[in-house]
């Protein structure tokens, strides 16, 4: 098939089949036909914006397809640089972030080898309006010339214009220069001051530059106004402006009350860019005048505003709202309400009743500074009161609750009663007051009845009590008191007196004799009782005499059976002895034994004296199985209960295994009483004395004794060691005078003679030989009393010699002592003329600095009061530091030398505090007395080295040792704390008490000794002899002294009946240099040892034995005489 002339028409697909009966076939062929290039979308000419995209368009037609291909004035275009250029396949050309350098033509060529063709286009890039140059801001001084410069760029060129202050129109002295690039001010004044724009525009944008133009100024505040009162409570926010001006922008500041600076970086102050303050939360303390200040380089201002804070009102300590007064009846009573606030309130008082107000009554006044006074306090006063604080700020009301105490008053006191041994006793008491009195009764005053259930009882009556006691023994003679009592209203109280009828009672029995038939023999008794008392002897039961005492002829007629009977109208008392003649040589001294009981005065008090002996000879007798006048010389003395008994017996009661108990009536403790033999006979050893001069500073010398002891046992014997005269321990006591007189005698005459021999060989041989060992001796410290050993292993002891000018001191009884203290409270100058002589011929003794360990200073208190090295306190050492042995304390010796019977020491320091409770771990401590304040006169005199109970925690640790607060017990004058104390590193735990006396001025004396006494009885009940007892103050030396000196004449009374106050003031000094500071302190002494000598005498006051001790009494032999010592 031919096309002829074909055309675009002609171009497609043919198709030929061929077609038999066998079948048909069909092929196929295209026509195309060639054409060259033609662009038919030519680019057009675009004019963008700096930054953006420029498209040209290219489409082009012919077969075969063409090619486009773009150039940039005239270089082609390299469409692998895709960051710039971009050819799509339609050929359009696309010109990414355009810029001035994208300026011009831009041609594309299409073609396909058959023909070609070509279109350009040109490319225009406009950029906005931007500022070279933009105008700065300018401060200058007054009248000086300012010129402001500005340029700018862009296409099409910006055009430049000036605003001033936002406006174009300029001001007077103004100038713009040609193209607007600069403008002049001539002579700036501070009308000029603004801002000035710089506006550049073309067509595409729009830019202002701004600049500032201030002419430099001294500050200056405008007033300031005061703000408004806030009130405290609502937690408000105040503002305290301070509008200023002036430049440079000045600085800013705000002053508190003319002295502090406020910081703005403190949570509740902020301070604003204008200047002003800001106070959140606003509190009382912010009130008070501000000061703004404002500053820069030329100069400085500033104003005042005041701020006023409302505090709505509160009171002070004490609060009284919600409390409960008690006031004594016919008392003159101050009730304080005491309140704060802004602006200061004003209190108020009035009565409330039921809900009601009322006014007060004519005997109840208001002060100025709201004190309500209740004068002389009645019945009428109970009830509610309310003391109102007002201010502008607010009100608070609080409310008290009065109660009235009336004291209690005994209106029916009990009477004396006189019955029968057996009979029935009944006293009854009747007390009123407000609240309703308690009633309760002691035996005698202080002492607690002992009672007997089967015996006494108490009831409580609707306005008293009744106390009856039934089967009357000889022992519930004595004094009732009844004790009326309640709260804080005070006591009152009413005495009886009980007395019981009954036979007389032996206190002194007639004692057997073994005798030789050459000396007379002197027997003996005596008993109390209601008299007349009559004294009859018998022998054989034939009367041979009357009296108390009976003189036996010599010979073999003397040999029987004696009976001495007391009587009086109630019935008979009768005592047997026996006088039995010696036979050959027969050995009949009577053997001695010992019995050791705890048996102290307080299980004495409710015996009489001499029924006591009577009743424990009988107990010893009946568990000893022994007749009663078989134990002879029957008598206690410090806890020891000593008695004779006959060779024979004593030996077979020495061998056998003893199982005794001794029961003292009303005492429900089973005593052991041990068997303590004689010590066994020794061969006797030389004394070596030598006398040394310690230091030629010190006015005293030191005798050495090397001990000695007898070859033989000193026994009790009933008669001489000469045969040819007898002594009976009986005998008459001018006999004894004399003999004991001459022997005494003749013993201080030898030992003067002696002692001067031994000083005088001992002074030359000193000199001329050299010390032998058994002359040498290691001295702890110079001249007071202090133990030490010889080289030899022998054991003496240092004895004080005080200086010429010491006065000795004397015992004196309760007459002499009373006499003593009578005259110096009548400011008797004789009686202080020889107190203070006493006084101040005691040397203080005080240690020197180099007596202490060095790096110890910082554990004294004070520099000049340290421990005397001879007795001071040592600790175990920790951690290989010798400081660690070192506390400021000395160990005190008792009255009667008991070696540490007290630890003197300085009130804990804080950083000594752990070693304080080391002390009294370590010494085994269980009582410690505090006699100071922690603060007195505005100075520290001790650390609180206890737990404080009412804390969070009621036990603190001071280093391995814990200490835990059980319960304290506040007293008028004093605490009493109970406290447990465990090593950390060990499971004991031991009880400590500790006791708090705090009304004891520094360097003064008590106002009220009771309480001292109080204390220290309370102390002694629950004290162990064997264990010492810590005293301090803060010195440790004045009150603590004062103290101890107490305590030691009080437990002299107790055993001896005599005080020594010369003797503990001596000793005390001795271990603890400047001890009792003062003679206030050292005549306080002697008051409070009177106070308790009265104390015991009245406790036997009621006795009647003691009242029938007379003269004739005394001068029946030193047996007697024991006896009254004891029962004193």
């Not at 696309?94 to 058959?114: E, F, P």
């Not at 007195?936 to 009621?954: F, I, L, M, Q």
């Amino acid at each position: 098939m031919w096309v002829v002339e074909a055309g675009y028409q002609d171009v497609g697909i043919y198709q030929c089949s061929a077609t038999n009966t066998a079948g048909n076939v069909t092929t196929q062929a295209r026509l195309d036909i060639f054409t060259p290039s033609n662009i038919t979308s030519p680019p057009s000419s675009l004019t963008e914006v700096k930054g953006g995209t420029a498209e040209f368009l290219c489409g082009a037609v012919g077969f075969p397809p063409p090619d486009v291909t773009w150039t940039f004035q005239n270089r082609t275009i390299n469409s692998s640089d895709v960051s710039k250029y971009l050819v799509e396949e339609t050929g359009t050309l696309v010109v990414r972030v355009v810029d001035l350098a994208d300026v011009g033509w831009y041609s594309c060529t299409a073609d396909n080898g058959v023909g070609n063709d070509s279109a350009s286009a040109y490319l225009t890039v406009h950029v906005p309006a931007n500022f070279k140059m933009a105008p700065q801001s300018q401060a200058v001084n007054h009248t000086q010339n300012v010129v402001f410069y500005c340029e700018a760029e862009g296409v099409p060129p910006p055009r430049l214009t000036w605003l001033w202050n936002g406006s174009p129109t300029l001001g007077k002295g103004m100038h713009v220069s040609q193209g607007g690039r600069s403008l002049f001010i001539q002579y700036a004044d501070y009308y000029h001051q603004g801002e000035y724009t710089c506006v550049a525009s073309n067509a595409l944008e729009t830019r202002k530059g701004a600049a500032s133009l201030n002419i430099n100024r001294k500050p200056s505040v405008f007033s300031i106004s005061n703000p408004a009162p806030v009130r405290e409570e609502s937690k408000n926010t105040t503002i305290l402006d301070c509008p200023h001006d002036g430049y440079p922008t000045p600085q800013v500041r705000w002053i508190h009350n003319r002295s502090r600076i406020i910081d703005a970086d403190q949570h509740k102050y902020f301070i604003s860019a204008q200047g002003s303050l800001q106070i959140y939360p606003v509190t009382w303390s912010d009130t008070g005048m501000y000061m703004c200040e404002v500053w820069n380089s030329m100069g400085s201002d500033g104003a005042k505003t005041e701020l006023v804070v409302w505090v709505k009102p509160r009171f002070v300590e004490p609060v009284p709202s919600g409390t409960k007064k008690i006031f004594e009846y016919e008392k003159n009573v101050t009730v304080e309400c005491r309140a704060v606030g802004s602006p200061s309130p004003t209190i108020k008082w009035y009565r409330e009743k039921h809900g009601e107000v009322f006014g007060l009554s004519r005997h109840q006044l208001v002060t100025d500074t709201g004190k309500l006074i209740f004068l002389r306090v009645t019945e009428d006063d109970k009830g509610t009161y309310v003391c109102n604080a007002s201010s502008d700020a607010g009100f608070k009301v609080a409310k008290i609750r009065v109660e009235i105490l009336v004291p209690p008053r005994i209106h029916e006191g009990p009477v004396n009663k006189s019955v029968p041994v057996g009979g029935t006793a009944e006293f009854s008491c009747k007390a009123h007051g407000q609240p309703k009195p308690t009633i309760s009764w002691t035996y005698r005053p202080g002492m607690p009845i002992p009672f007997d259930l089967d015996r006494h009882t108490v009831r409580n009556l609707t306005d008293g009590g009744k106390l009856t006691i039934t089967g009357v023994t000889w022992h519930d003679q004595g004094v009732y008191v009844c004790k009326a009592w309640g709260q804080s209203a005070g006591e009152d109280f009413a005495v009886a007196g009980l007395t019981v009828h009954g036979p007389p009672i032996l206190v002194e029995h007639p004692q057997s004799v073994v005798f030789t038939g050459k000396k007379k023999i002197l027997l003996g008794c005596y008993a109390t009782g209601e008299g007349p008392l009559r004294y009859t002897w018998k022998k054989n039961g034939e009367e041979i005499g009357k009296g108390t005492r009976i003189l036996l002829q010599t010979g073999s007629d003397a040999v029987g059976r004696y009976r001495c009977e007391v009587s009086n109208r109630y019935g008979t008392s009768k005592s047997y002895t026996a006088v039995v003649k010696r036979r050959g040589n027969e050995a009949s001294d009577p053997k001695q034994l010992s019995f050791e009981a705890k048996v102290e005065m307080t299980d004495l008090a409710n015996e009489y004296q001499g029924e006591f002996y009577s009743s424990l000879r009988e107990q010893l007798a009946d568990q000893l199985g022994i007749p009663t006048n078989k134990i002879l010389y029957l008598r206690v003395y410090k806890g020891l209960v000593t008695f004779d008994l006959d060779e024979n017996l004593a030996n077979h009661l020495k061998h056998q295994k003893l199982t005794v108990k001794l029961k003292l009536k009303d005492d429900t403790y089973m005593h052991d009483l041990k068997y303590l033999p004689p010590p066994e006979p020794t061969t006797p050893r030389p004394v070596r004395t030598r006398t040394v001069i310690v230091e030629k500073k010190v006015p005293y010398r030191v005798t050495v004794r090397v001990p000695w002891r007898p070859t033989t046992t000193p026994q009790t014997s009933t008669q001489d060691t000469d045969p040819d005269e007898k002594v009976v321990p009986q005998d008459d006591d001018i006999d004894v005078g004399v003999l004991v007189g001459t022997v005494v005698g003749t013993i201080v005459f030898l030992s003067c003679i002696f002692i001067s021999i031994t000083v005088w060989r001992s002074y030359f041989a000193e000199k001329k030989t050299p010390k032998s060992a058994h002359q040498q001796f290691s001295f702890l410290q110079h001249g007071y009393g202090v133990e030490g050993w010889g080289n030899q292993g022998d054991r003496f002891q240092l004895e004080y010699h005080p200086p010429p000018n010491m006065i000795k001191s004397k015992p004196m009884g309760y007459m002499s002592l009373k006499r003593l203290v009578d005259d110096i409270k009548k400011a008797d100058d004789g009686a202080l003329a020889v107190l203070k002589q006493e006084f101040e011929s005691v040397p203080l003794n005080q240690a020197k600095i180099h007596h202490t360990p060095c790096g110890t200073e910082q554990k004294n208190r004070y520099m000049n009061v340290l421990p005397n090295p001879h007795t001071s306190v040592k600790l175990l050492q920790l951690n290989s530091d010798t400081t660690t042995e070192y506390i400021n304390a000395n160990h005190i010796r008792g009255y009667d030398r008991r070696q540490n019977a007290y630890i003197a020491a300085q009130g804990p320091l804080g950083t000594t505090r752990q070693d304080f409770w080391r002390m009294v771990w370590e010494q085994n401590v269980d009582i410690i007395v505090m006699t100071t304040g922690l603060v007195e006169r505005d100075r520290v005199k001790c650390a609180r080295y206890w737990p404080n109970s009412s804390g969070k925690t009621k036990h603190e640790d001071y280093g391995d040792l814990i200490v835990t607060v059980l319960s304290e017990e506040k007293n008028v004058k004093y605490a009493i704390t109970r406290m447990e104390l465990q090593h950390k590193d060990a499971s004991e735990v031991r009880h400590i008490w500790h006791y708090w006396y705090t009304s004891w001025p520094d360097f003064g004396v008590p106002d009220e000794p009771d309480y001292i006494l109080d204390l220290l009885e309370d102390m002694n009940c629950h004290r162990a002899r064997s264990k010492p007892v810590i005293v301090h103050c803060s010195a440790g030396l004045g009150r603590t002294g004062a103290f101890i000196g107490i305590d030691m004449g009080m437990e002299q009374i107790q055993n001896e009946s005599i005080v020594d106050p010369l003797l503990y003031f001596t000793r005390i000094r001795q271990d603890r240099g400047g001890s009792v500071q003062t003679l206030a302190q050292y005549i306080f002494i002697h008051q409070v040892l009177l106070l308790y000598f009265e104390r015991k005498r009245s406790e036997l006051s009621m006795q009647p034995d003691l009242t029938r001790l007379s003269m004739s009494t005394m001068s029946q032999g030193t047996s007697s005489l024991t006896q009254l010592t004891a029962m004193l």
